[in-house]
Structures are given as structure tokens and as C-alpha cells.
């Protein structure tokens, strides 16, 4: 996450306009302190709340390349053993069938 990414407080904060406390019906009743305490609460919930989800995004995004990753090696791999099963395989097959094709044409010209 670059540092591009992250909200600035006067996007979160409009200039001039100060939030009152959640459930505060009146100014007058929460003393200045209060009134600071509930906003910096409120900006640090904002702010964590957005970068939660902006950081959900990158893992999420992390995730899923190293899991494509991981299945793009995997398949490389098992291709590669299957390719040299498969010739192995079939290089056997063909050393057998020559040999009884050879066996056979023996039998034949002796008898």
C-alpha cells in the first residue's frame, strides 16, 4: 500500500464542519474536552476503518497472485513428470514390441 492510498484527514474531515459526539443532542452538554476525545475517536475509527479496507484488498489481491503462482508451478511440474512418464512409458512399449517382432521373425525363418 503506497503512501497515495491512504485518505487524508481533510478527506475525511470537512474544513469548518465539526462532528458532534454520537448521541450527543447538544454542544452544551459535553464539556470541550469530551467533544475532542469523541473526535479524535471518531477520525481514528474512520481512518482505521478505511485503511481495513484497503488492506483487505491488497492481501486479497497478495493472495491470489501467490496462489496463481503456486498452481502455475505445480501444473509446470506435474506436466513435466507426466511428458516423462509418458516417454518412458512408451519407450518401453516400443523396446518390447520390437523385440517380439524380432522374436517372431526369427521363429519364422527358422522354421
Known amino acids: 500500500m503506497s503512501r497515495d492510498d491512504l485518505p487524508l484527514l481533510t478527506e475525511i474531515l470537512v474544513a469548518g464542519q465539526v462532528p458532534l459526539p ?3 443532542t447538544s454542544t452544551l452538554a459535553a464539556s470541550e474536552q469530551d467533544v475532542w476525545d ?3 475517536r471518531d477520525v ?6 478505511n485503511l481495513q479496507a484497503r488492506l483487505d484488498l491488497v492481501l486479497e489481491q497478495r493472495i491470489n497472485d501467490a496462489v496463481h ?3 502455475d508451478r505445480a501444473l509446470t511440474d506435474l506436466a513435466l513428470e507426466i ?3 509418458v516417454r518412458e512409458t512408451l519407450r518401453d512399449v516400443v523396446a518390447r514390441a520390437v523385440s517380439q517382432e524380432i522374436s517372431r521373425l526369427r521363429a519364422t525363418r527358422v522354421g
Open 22 to 24: 454520537q448521541g450527543s
Open 69 to 71: 503462482l503456486a498452481v
Open 44 to 49: 481514528r475509527e474512520t481512518v482505521l476503518k
Open 38 to 40: 469523541t473526535l479524535e
Open 83 to 85: 511428458k516423462a512418464s
